[in-house]
């Protein structure tokens, strides 16, 4: 057998490995094994082979990981617009308790608030996170 055939092969495995798996790194380590097959069929020596492979390989897995670690993370899902359809939304809080919590009245049911900082006066407030079952708020 070739050894261009053997380096394809082992990309497929390396390949389905990554999709039983999820592991996207795997995928970057197949594109390296199949650089490694592209040298074999440029007739490489099998020592070239081997260095194209880690070093594609490595490349790869080095760029991906600092694309991803550059990118703002999301925030959590308790404050996160794109989990959470309540964030941002307004509520009318007429009253505080003394233990700085009031009841509101939110999309049909009552809520317990929970007010961060100087936010303890009546009237509209903004939807900051969930907490719970409890809408943090911050004062309009």
């Known amino acids: 057998m070739a ?64 694309i991803r670690s550059r990118r703002p993370s999301d925030a959590p ?16 809080v007429d009253g505080w308790n003394a233990d700085g919590t009031a009841t509101v009245k939110y999309r049909g049911a009552k809520w317990t608030v929970i007010g961060t900082g100087d936010t303890h006066g009546a009237g509209p407030h903004r939807v900051r996170s969930v907490s719970g079952s409890r809408l943090v708020v911050e004062k309009i």
């Open 3 to 66: 050894e261009s055939t053997i380096w394809w092969v082992v990309a497929g495995i390396a390949v389905a490995l990554e999709l039983i798996t999820g592991t996207f790194y795997l995928l970057m380590l197949a594109i390296g094994v199949a650089a490694a097959a592209i040298a074999a069929h440029l007739g490489a020596d099998t020592t070239t082979q081997l260095v194209t492979a880690a070093i594609v390989g490595s490349c790869t897995v080095g760029g991906c990981y600092l």
């Open 77 to 92: 899902a308790e404050s996160n617009r794109d989990v959470n359809l309540d964030i941002g939304e307004t509520v009318q």
